[in-house]
C-alpha cells in the first residue's frame, strides 16, 4: 500500500514530486584516470496518471497460445504436393518482435530460383510480414488463411518488443541459433523504427517501471528444477535497445522498495495488423480464405512457392508435435488516453494501449501456461491481475 506523500503524489497524478531531489543527484564521475566520464542525465519522472484499475472496468478477456519449439522457429525448406514449401512458424512469445527478421529470411528463401508467384498460408504477424516483403520484392503474392485480423492470434498479443520470449530453449538450440535470433531481431527493430510517429501509432515507445523487493515480489524467480531453459539473448542487443535503470529511492511515486524504469517499443497490435493488412492489399495482394487440413492440401494451390506461416496452427497441420503451446491470457480494461506507462508489478503486467489497458498475469517464471492449451478466459485470473494492480493506487 502507498502510505507516503510520494503516494498521494502519484494518486494525484503528481509522480514528478521526487523529481526535484532526483534532478539534484546529477553528478559527473571521475575515473582512475582523472579524466571525467560522461554521466548518464538523469531520469525525471513525469506526472503518471493513475491507472483506473477495477473489476467493473474489464471489457473483455482475451487468450492466445504462444507456438514455442525448443530449437527455435522452423524456417527450413522441404518439397509438399509439387509446392517448394518455406517455413516461418514457431515464434515462441516473440512473433511480433522478431516477424519482419524472420519474414525477411523467409522470404529471400521463397524467391531463390526466381519464383515470381508465392502463396502465404496464415494472415497474423508472420503472414503479413512475409506478404508484405515478398510483395516489396516484385512477387505476386496471395494469403490463404482460415482467420484474418481480427481473428488471429497474433491479434491477441500484448503488444511489447519482447524478442527473446519463450522464443527457444537455450539448451536445445542449434549452435548457430543465437546469431541467427540476433540477425532476425536486428533487422526487424530496424523495420519497426521505421513505423514510428505514424499516424494511428502502429508502433510507439513507452515508460515502463518494474516494481521490486518487499511485497512487490523480486524479479521472475529463479528457474524450477526440471523446467526448460528458455533462452535470453537480450544483451546481444545492448547497443541498439535501452537499458532499465534503478530509480533512487523517493524520486518515484511507488510504494515499493526498488523500482527499475526504461523505456520499450510497443506494437498498437489493433493499428499495426490493420495497417499491415491494408498496406498488402493497398500494394496489390489477395487474401483468400482458405482451410488446409494436411499439407497435400497445398496441391490446389496455383503458386509453385508456398511460404508457410501458421503460427501454432502448425502443430494440427504439420503435425509437427515439436510445437509446445504456451498459454497466456489477457484482462482489458477500456483505454486510458492519458496513461503512458507500463507498471510490472508482483508478476502482473501492465501496458497502455490505444484499444485499451492490457493487463496480464505473466506468472513467477516462464512455465507459466507451458504446455496448457485451454483458449478458454479465467475471470478469476483477470480479475486478481486487475486487483494486485489496483492495490498499487489505494488511498491509505
Ligand atoms: C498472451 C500472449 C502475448 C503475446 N505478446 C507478445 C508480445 O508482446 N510481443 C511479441 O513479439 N509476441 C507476443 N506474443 C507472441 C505472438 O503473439 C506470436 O508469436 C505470434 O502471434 C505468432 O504469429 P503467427 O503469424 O506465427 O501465428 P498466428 O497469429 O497464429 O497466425 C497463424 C495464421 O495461420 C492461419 N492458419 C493456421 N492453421 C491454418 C490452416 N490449417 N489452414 C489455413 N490457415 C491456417 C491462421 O488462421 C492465421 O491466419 C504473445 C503471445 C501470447 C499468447
Not at 515464434?91 to 522478431?98: A, E, I, N, P
Not at 529470411?105 to 508467384?117: H, P, Q, S, V, Y
Not at 510504494?255 to 520499450?264: A, C
Not at 486510458?336 to 506507462?341: D, G, L
Amino acid at each position: 500500500m502507498i502510505t507516503t506523500s510520494s503516494r498521494r503524489a502519484m494518486l494525484a497524478g503528481l509522480g514528478g514530486l521526487g523529481a526535484t531531489s532526483l534532478a539534484g543527484c546529477v553528478t559527473q564521475g571521475g575515473t582512475a584516470s582523472g579524466l571525467i566520464a560522461p554521466s548518464r542525465p538523469a531520469f525525471v519522472v513525469p506526472p503518471l496518471a493513475p491507472l483506473r484499475m477495477s473489476v467493473d472496468r474489464i471489457t473483455k478477456i482475451t487468450v492466445c497460445l504462444r507456438p514455442f519449439r525448443a530449437a527455435g522457429p522452423r524456417l527450413d525448406v522441404e518439397q509438399v504436393a509439387g509446392k517448394r514449401v518455406v517455413h516461418n512458424y514457431g515464434h515462441g512469445g516473440s512473433g511480433w518482435s522478431l516477424s519482419w527478421g524472420s519474414s525477411t529470411i523467409a522470404a529471400g528463401k521463397a524467391l531463390e530460383g526466381g519464383t515470381k508467384e508465392v502463396a502465404v498460408i496464415g494472415c497474423g504477424a508472420l503472414g503479413l510480414t512475409s506478404a508484405l516483403l515478398l510483395q516489396r520484392a516484385g512477387a505476386k503474392v496471395t494469403i490463404y488463411a482460415k482467420e484474418r485480423t481480427p481473428q488471429t492470434r497474433s491479434f491477441r498479443a500484448t503488444g511489447t518488443w519482447s524478442p527473446d520470449s519463450r522464443v527457444a530453449d537455450a539448451d536445445k538450440a542449434a549452435p548457430g541459433f543465437p546469431a541467427l535470433w540476433e540477425e532476425m531481431a536486428r533487422a526487424s527493430y530496424a523495420a519497426y523504427q521505421t513505423l514510428l510517429g505514424l499516424p494511428g501509432e502502429p508502433v510507439s515507445w513507452s515508460d515502463r517501471y518494474t516494481l521490486l523487493g518487499g511485497g512487490a515480489g523480486g524479479p521472475r524467480g529463479p528457474r524450477p528444477a526440471g523446467s526448460v531453459h528458455f533462452a535470453e539473448y537480450g544483451e546481444r542487443l545492448h547497443d541498439i535497445v535501452p537499458g532499465f535503470q534503478d530509480l533512487p529511492a523517493g524520486s518515484h511515486p511507488f510504494p515499493v522498495e526498488r523500482v527499475r524504469h526504461g523505456t520499450s517499443m510497443q506494437f498498437n497490435v489493433s493499428d499495426l495488423a490493420h495497417m499491415l493488412t491494408n498496406d498488402f492489399l493497398a500494394e496489390g495482394g489477395r487474401i483468400v480464405a482458405m482451410t488446409f487440413d494436411t499439407p497435400a492440401d497445398l496441391a490446389r494451390l496455383s503458386e509453385p512457392v508456398v511460404v508457410n506461416c501458421t503460427g501454432y496452427g502448425a502443430r494440427a497441420l504439420w503435425k509437427d508435435e515439436t510445437i509446445t503451446p504456451v498459454r497466456g491470457q489477457i484482462a482489458w480494461l477500456a483505454a486510458q488516453p492519458e496513461v503512458h506507462y507500463g507498471v510490472y508489478y508482483k508478476h502482473v503486467s501492465v501496458l497502455p494501449r490505444p484499444d485499451g489497458i492490457v493487463v496480464q498475469y505473466v506468472g513467477d517464471s516462464d512455465m507459466w501456461g507451458y504446455g496448457i492449451d485451454v483458449e478458454r478466459p479465467d475471470r478469476a485470473e483477470a480479475e486478481n491481475a486487475v486487483t494486485t494492480i489496483a492495490s498499487l493506487y489505494e488511498r491509505a
